[in-house]
């Protein structure tokens, strides 16, 4: 059964394949003696790089994705040892210390994709060292498999793909320019052969990967603190015209912000003069608000400004948002539609209470069973307990 993975990347090369297809039947039209106008000055050739370059991108792409679920599922799974490259990543303490308030898989999943973002997974060196990540083999035993399965040795093998690679980093840096200045020529039948080659090295990787766990975990939907305010400033804004949000004042637009990544980088350019620990500590509440929170999950804004403390339940109904005309504290929201608003927090129980007292303005709710306990506040104005007691 094709992994979504694998689906995306077979979808990928089929877009390569078609690029081929369209650069032989312009081909074919350059033979004939008719005046196309602007389509006479396209190049065929300039399809079949551009489907070189696809294809290699595309088992990049595969491989970061494939390389990320499993080092999860494997942290995730009681089976062990983990594979050796995967135990031995060092975690910053600020990654640690946001496991106090956020899920271990989702932070962990973060601290993963950051660290094998700026990884290339094209050459035969960098698929042997995200393997390793997830694999028991060395780099020699990972190529000596796949190269058993194209029917060749792993030298050959490594040669191979690091020609192909080769070949798209002189199409993508220097035009597939020569020492002379000449394109180097390129035909259908060298891509289709790539793009065959890439496609079974990927069959031969999905060989490696079976026997690594796939945990499944029955999901609850997502439950998300967010706070009003240090003061409980913004409650009245937030329970009036069903937003959450606000704060980090300042901070421009993160419609545009696609990646906990990028938004690691966005944040050390405001806050220059801030901790790392600071910077990546705004930043993965920043990116929970932006990219991670979902429409259909729980947010509970615990209520300051009453006669007693109360939480305010309720559903995410839309998208991030950045209002330019509001105030710079509350810029950035997300729209809610209100379940409750008058839940007493003492009708929490204490362990509950204890989990909503996370000190970070943008946290998602986990421990103690949280998200299902508040879906059971919101409905019934009472605390059930967790189902199952934490060890």
């Known amino acids: 059964m094709s992994s979504h993975p ?57 491989l970061h994705q494939e390389v990320l679920e499993h ?80 029917g060749t040795n792993a030298a050959a093998a490594r040669d191979r793909q690091d020609k192909i690679v080769d070949r798209r980093n002189r199409i993508a840096h220097q035009a597939d320019l020569d020492r002379d200045g000449q394109r180097t020529p390129m035909s259908a039948d060298e891509v289709e052969a790539a793009v065959v080659w890439i496609e079974s090295v990927a069959e031969q990787i999905r060989t490696l990967l079976p026997g690594i766990p796939q945990v499944v975990v029955e999901q609850e939907t997502p439950a998300w603190l967010v706070r009003a ?56 509440q920043l990116w929970a608000f932006r990219g991670k929170m979902q429409i259909g999950d729980l947010v509970v804004l615990p209520l300051k400004n009453r006669k007693r403390p109360m939480l305010a339940i309720g559903r995410i109904v839309g998208d991030y948002e950045f209002d330019a005309e509001a105030a710079e504290d509350r810029q950035h929201l997300r729209r809610v539609e209100w379940l409750r608003t008058d839940v007493p927090r003492d009708k929490a129980e204490k362990d509950l209470r204890n989990t909503l007292g996370a000190f970070m303005t943008v946290c998602e709710l986990w421990r103690n069973d949280a998200a299902w306990r508040l879906a059971e506040l919101a409905r019934t104005g009472s605390d059930p307990g967790p189902r199952i007691d934490e060890e």
Request: net charge negative; proline share 3%; charged share 25%.
């Open 229 to 284: 305010g240090r003061y409980g400033e913004r409650e009245n804004w937030a329970l009036e015209n069903g937003f959450v949000g606000g704060g980090f004042a300042g901070l421009r637009d993160l419609t545009a912000v696609d990646s906990r990544a990028r938004m690691v980088e966005l944040v050390e350019q405001e806050y220059k003069d801030e901790s790392q620990g600071l910077i990546r500590n705004y930043a993965g």
């Open 6 to 62: 694998y689906e995306q990347f077979e979808s990928n090369l089929s877009y390569a394949r078609n690029m081929v297809t369209g650069g032989r039947a312009l081909e074919g039209l350059r033979g004939l003696a008719v005046n196309y106008g602007d389509l006479a000055a396209a190049h065929p050739e300039d399809l079949y790089r551009a489907a070189w370059s696809q294809a290699v991108s595309a088992l990049d792409h595969w």
């Open 71 to 150: 080092a999860v599922a494997l942290v995730r799974s009681p089976e062990r040892p983990l594979p050796d490259r995967l135990a031995k990543l060092k975690m910053p303490f600020s990654t640690v210390e946001q496991m106090a308030d956020n899920s271990v898989d989702s932070v962990f999943a973060e601290f993963i994709e950051e660290e094998i973002r700026r990884d290339t997974y094209q050459r035969s060196k960098g698929i042997g060292e995200g393997l390793r990540l997830v694999t028991h083999l060395n780099a020699q035993q990972i190529w000596e498999r796949i190269a058993e399965g194209l």
